[in-house]
């Protein structure tokens, strides 16, 4: 069977792409998702805070959800849940496996990756200690909590600061569990400003900055952790040493995109992020498969996953109809000093416009953001504020595109005097 369109992924970056592609007349599309319902995480995220940017209105995951998936019906959009991806290739076959119609090989004019990303586990990370019960990653715990209606410990230290271990904090609060700290190994916290306020100080949990669990204890649960402060060079300070009696350790130590497979499609991926290599239409280095939401870098907001999806739907439904563009004299993105990794990498020439998405490596106050064409300056932007945990966007017109005389662009993050 062919298809005009398969997304693979039926989370809030998959259902955006299929509907944008809709709009731009496909006809014949179809969304793979693996569990048995679309939605992706957003299913188990039941706090609001989702929607603002899109929707102009605060909104909890499954409602975000629930808005996409409201949109599908009299689309034409055929959904296959409860369906196995297990090879993308490069000539657009999608190879899947569900329990009803067993195994099949499907064709597509087009494909939008949209596999989302997954959270570092214990072993990644080699924490040393016992290996006991009550040890999750904090999308684990939210998923026991929150869908499946089981408590996973009643104290609680969260190693990690992202956004997902500052929310399960004040969940656990919330469930009536006692948060004993939260233990981040850097300077400074990796989640959202709004997440640090309203999940940490407003419930009184304490946040050790440059800290990092040392060993952990029990037998057969979790009996209690060690905390060290590090220093520069991450190693433990002797002394500084906090023991914590606590029966669970949740872990919140970064996202990475779910990119199998990308790598076995011999996808072009970014070692900076992990995540699929794009141009700034979304299209991957093989022509026709396009990638959008956490399987190319890891978002803060679900509402610009949403907005790139939608650019990567409609690049999907341009390729279709019109054909593969030129990537002739491309322009490539690069990183200055300070900015850890930039999205995309390569932008046409003829392109509209552009935007970029990245992080900056440390916590700046007043600051300036440069892009450069060599030594040229093309256009600079003022920040107050900037912090690794906090995605930052610049929009790049055609006008300042056209300005490019080289073959590359630079971007900087540098802070300035008052």
């Given at each position: 069977m062919t298809y005009e369109l398969i997304v693979v992924g039926g989370g809030p970056a998959g259902l955006?792409?299929?509907?944008?592609?809709?709009?731009?007349?496909?006809?014949?599309?179809?969304?793979?998702?693996?569990?048995?319902?679309?939605?992706?995480?957003?299913?188990?995220?039941?706090?609001?805070?989702?929607?603002?940017?899109?929707?102009?209105?605060?909104?909890?995951?499954?409602?975000?959800?629930?808005?996409?998936?409201?949109m599908l019906s009299g689309t034409g959009i055929e959904v296959m849940c409860d369906t196995m991806v297990l090879q993308v290739t490069k000539d657009k076959q999608v190879h899947c496996i569900n329990p009803e119609r067993g195994y099949q090989v499907l064709n597509a004019a087009s494909i939008v990756l949209a596999m989302g990303c997954r959270e570092r586990t214990r072993g990644a990370i080699s924490i040393p200690g016992t290996r006991p019960a009550g040890v999750l990653t904090a999308g684990a715990a939210q998923r026991y909590v929150n869908i499946e209606g089981h408590m996973v410990g009643k104290r609680v230290v969260i190693l990690g600061s992202g956004d997902i271990g500052l929310i399960m904090a004040r969940r656990m609060t919330l469930e009536g569990a006692k948060v004993l700290a939260c233990v981040e190994v850097m300077p400074y916290s990796g989640g959202l400003q709004r997440n640090i306020v309203q999940c940490l100080e407003d419930f009184d949990i304490p946040l050790y900055l440059s800290h990092t669990i040392i060993d952990i204890r029990g037998k057969n649960r979790v009996e209690g952790v060690t905390i060290a402060k590090v220093g520069?060079?991450?190693?433990?300070?002797?002394?500084?040493?906090?023991?914590?009696?606590?029966?669970?350790?949740?872990?919140?130590?970064?996202?990475?995109?779910?990119?199998?497979?990308?790598?076995?499609?011999?996808?072009?991926?970014?070692?900076?992020?992990?995540?699929?290599?794009?141009?700034?239409?979304?299209?991957?280095?093989?022509?026709?498969?396009?990638?959008?939401?956490?399987v190319v870098h890891v978002h803060d907001l679900v509402d610009y996953v949403t907005g790139e999806s939608k650019l990567a739907g409609v690049a999907a439904a341009e390729y279709v109809k019109l054909g593969e563009r030129s990537r002739k004299n491309a322009i490539t993105v690069k990183e200055g000093k300070d900015v850890?990794?930039?999205?995309?990498?390569?932008?046409?020439?003829?392109?509209?416009?552009?935007?970029?998405?990245?992080?900056?490596?440390?916590?700046?106050?007043?600051?300036?953001?440069?892009?450069?064409?060599?030594?040229?300056?093309?256009?600079?932007?003022?920040?107050?504020?900037?912090?690794?945990?906090?995605?930052?966007?610049?929009?790049?017109?055609?006008?300042?595109?056209?300005?490019?005389?080289?073959?590359?662009?630079?971007?900087?993050?540098?802070?300035?005097?008052?």
């Open positions: 955006a792409a299929a509907l944008a592609a809709r709009e731009k007349g496909l006809t014949k599309i179809l969304i793979i998702e693996r569990d048995k319902e679309l939605g992706g995480i957003l299913n188990q995220c039941i706090h609001n805070g989702f929607g603002l940017h899109y929707f102009k209105e605060e909104l909890t995951g499954p409602e975000y959800a629930g808005r996409f998936i409201k520069p060079d991450r190693k433990p300070v002797k002394g500084s040493e906090i023991d914590f009696d606590c029966d669970t350790v949740l872990l919140s130590v970064g996202l990475i995109p779910e990119n199998e497979l990308t790598r076995n499609a011999e996808i072009e991926l970014d070692p900076k992020t992990n995540g699929v290599a794009v141009w700034e239409n979304m299209e991957t280095s093989a022509p026709g498969i396009f990638a959008s939401g956490n850890g990794f930039i999205v995309p990498l390569y932008i046409h020439r003829e392109a509209m416009d552009a935007e970029l998405f990245f992080r900056v490596r440390r916590i700046f106050e007043k600051s300036v953001i440069t892009v450069k064409d060599g030594d040229t300056v093309l256009a600079q932007l003022k920040r107050a504020h900037m912090a690794p945990g906090e995605m930052e966007r610049v929009k790049l017109s055609r006008r300042l595109l056209d300005a490019v005389e080289g073959n590359e662009i630079t971007v900087y993050a540098e802070e300035v005097d008052e």
